[in-house]
């Protein structure tokens, strides 16, 4: 069974920063974002997030962890400085990749 309980969501945002490497610097948090949750797959989300950045965007990578004013609703986004994105909508069908022509694995 899972381990879920309450979890620093800007703690986790650092530890997967850190295991990819990125300067410490790259984490932007104003105060401790408690959430409930998984640690170890909050973890996981937020280095796949992370790995997505690296791959397919351009440095630098930011991490930006904080609360929605007016909403009781935790948000942990991932910033690059590539090229982003044309057409999301496309995106959001199942097996759809930004780029066609570059090779690169996964489900899309």
Same mark, same amino acid.
Do not use: W
């Given at each position: !069974? %899972? %381990? ?9 945002? +650092?530890? %997967? ?35 997505? !950045? ?13 609360? +929605?004013?007016? !909403? +009781? ?12 994105? !044309? ?12 780029? %066609?022509?570059?090779?690169? +694995? &996964?489900? &899309?």
């Amino acid at each position: !069974a %899972a %381990a879920r309980g309450p979890v620093d969501l800007a703690q986790v945002a +650092r530890l %997967a920063a850190e295991a990819a490497g990125l300067p410490a610097g790259c984490v932007h948090a104003r105060a401790p974002v408690t959430v409930e949750g998984d640690p170890t797959e909050l973890q996981r989300v937020a280095a796949n997030l992370i790995d997505n !950045a690296e791959k397919h965007g351009r440095a630098p990578v930011e991490i930006g962890v904080a609360v +929605r004013p007016g !909403a +009781r609703v935790a948000e942990l986004a991932v910033h690059d400085a590539g090229v982003g994105l !044309a057409d999301t909508e496309r995106l959001r069908q199942p097996f759809e990749r930004r780029d %066609a022509a570059r090779p690169s +694995r &996964g489900a &899309g």
